[in-house]
């Protein structure tokens, strides 16, 4: 009777054991695929943050141009030499009529 026992446990184990394998397996395949949703998660915050960040950045820098300063620079950029060039013109056309 207690080998009939023993033997009778032993076809069940044996008999389980596939299925509880599967189980684990299937176990593990969630577990692995919760993990790679949940770092794709946190992956894409932190490209968000960083996109931010460099939009706040580049917001900032053009933010802290002095504008008028550059206006005024530009325009006398622009204006130096006119009345050299005027100059040598006029002293050319004089020329030609001679």
Request: without cysteine; glycine residues 8%; negative net charge.
């Given at each position: 009777?207690?080998?009939?026992?023993?033997?009778?446990?032993?076809?069940?184990?044996?008999?389980?054991?596939p299925?509880?394998?599967m189980?684990?397996?299937?176990?593990?395949?969630?577990?692995?695929?919760?993990?790679?949703f949940?770092?794709?998660?946190?992956?894409?915050?932190?490209?968000?943050?960083?996109?931010?960040?460099?939009?706040?950045?580049?917001?900032?820098?053009?933010?802290?141009v002095?504008?008028?300063?550059?206006?005024?620079?530009?325009q006398?950029?622009a204006?130096?030499?006119?009345?050299?060039?005027?100059?040598?013109?006029?002293?050319?056309?004089q020329?030609?009529?001679?």
């Open positions: 009777m207690v080998t009939d026992a023993v033997t009778q446990t032993n076809v069940q184990v044996i008999g389980d054991a299925a509880m394998a189980a684990n397996i299937y176990m593990s395949m969630a577990h692995a695929t919760g993990i790679m949940q770092n794709s998660v946190g992956a894409a915050s932190q490209q968000l943050i960083l996109s931010q960040a460099a939009t706040t950045q580049g917001v900032m820098q053009i933010n802290s002095n504008t008028m300063a550059g206006a005024s620079a530009t006398k950029i204006q130096v030499g006119t009345a050299d060039q005027l100059t040598t013109l006029l002293t050319t056309l020329g030609l009529n001679q």
